[in-house]
């Protein structure tokens, strides 16, 4: 209330009566009690006034002013008073980021990282890739060395002119059956057991040359697709070694007698590649 006129208290002196003497107690103090509860009767109003005036001016605002009883206290260290429980807390359902979160944050979309993961290559397969590489009417330098071995388990080309060309490739195949099984024909094979297995057959008919030796038995049978020294061991099962004394191109029926020339009355005689080829040997040992 400061600036508005005060007012004496009870105990200050009577304010004195015409002349300066005292006034009419009676009087003054009925008025005076009117006076009293006019002063309380305004002040009262005033206060409802500047009260309501206070509150539209913070509803103009637009906010309303917190009073000191609605910010929140501290109870010591150990609490707040005001504050809800932090597990009652929930994010906004719409937070900017996408639906899909699983990425750190990215959105998987258009623009964002591609985490798909790369096909792994197939490991690379030598023994394979020189089979493929064989054509047909190739020679190789590849030749069985016992019942079931050898040379080499990869396929070495080199020319037909080759002392060394002892393989001449008729086909080229991914099945067995294909390759034709008549005397000194076999397949040279290959099958690779990657994720994609692939099997490779290298149908292939003997070539000879005098003076060779190869493996065979005391019946007259032999292994055709072998090259072994004539001066070496004899692998088991088999018995004996023949020398090829002569390599003729096969009359029609014939009847080896071609092979008594080169041989002597002792030989043997083959007829190679579907009949085309005369092969003559002796027992060498």
């Not at 292939?204 to 020294?229: E, H, I, K």
């Not at 692998?235 to 007698?257: F, I, K, R, W």
Request: charged share 15%; net charge negative.
């Amino acid at each position: 209330m400061s600036g508005m006129q005060g007012w004496p208290g009870a105990g200050y002196p009577p304010a004195p009566g015409p002349g300066g003497g005292p006034g009419n107690t009676a009087d003054n103090s009925g008025k005076r009690f009117g006076i009293w509860a006019g002063v309380i009767v305004l002040t009262v109003l005033a206060s409802f006034g500047l009260a309501a005036a206070t509150g539209a001016d913070a509803r103009g605002g637009g906010a309303s002013a917190a009073g000191p009883s609605d910010l929140p206290t501290f109870d010591g260290a150990g609490g707040t008073d005001g504050l809800e429980d932090l597990e009652d807390f929930e994010m906004p359902d719409d937070t900017g980021l996408g639906d899909d979160t699983s990425g750190g944050g990215l959105d998987s979309g258009s623009g964002g990282l591609d985490t798909t993961e790369p096909t792994p290559e197939q490991p690379s397969d030598p023994t394979l890739d020189a089979f493929l590489a064989v054509s047909q009417g190739d020679c190789l330098a590849n030749w069985m060395t016992d019942e079931t071995t050898w040379t080499s388990d990869v396929p070495e080309v080199v020319s037909c002119d080759d002392e060394a060309a002892a393989l001449w490739v008729s086909q080229t195949t991914e099945f067995a059956s294909d390759c034709p099984a008549g005397a000194g024909q076999s397949y040279f094979s290959y099958t690779s057991y990657s994720a994609d297995a692939q099997s490779v057959y290298l149908c292939v008919t003997r070539q000879f040359d005098v003076g060779q030796c190869f493996l065979g038995m005391a019946d007259g049978s032999a292994n055709l697709l072998s090259w072994v020294d004539c001066e070496g061991s004899i692998a088991p099962p088999y018995s004996q070694l023949y020398n090829v004394t002569a390599v003729y191109s096969a009359p029609a029926n014939t009847d080896g007698e071609e092979c008594r020339s080169a041989s002597g009355d002792d030989f043997w005689w083959w007829t190679l590649d579907n009949d085309s080829v005369l092969l003559c040997a002796v027992i060498y040992r």
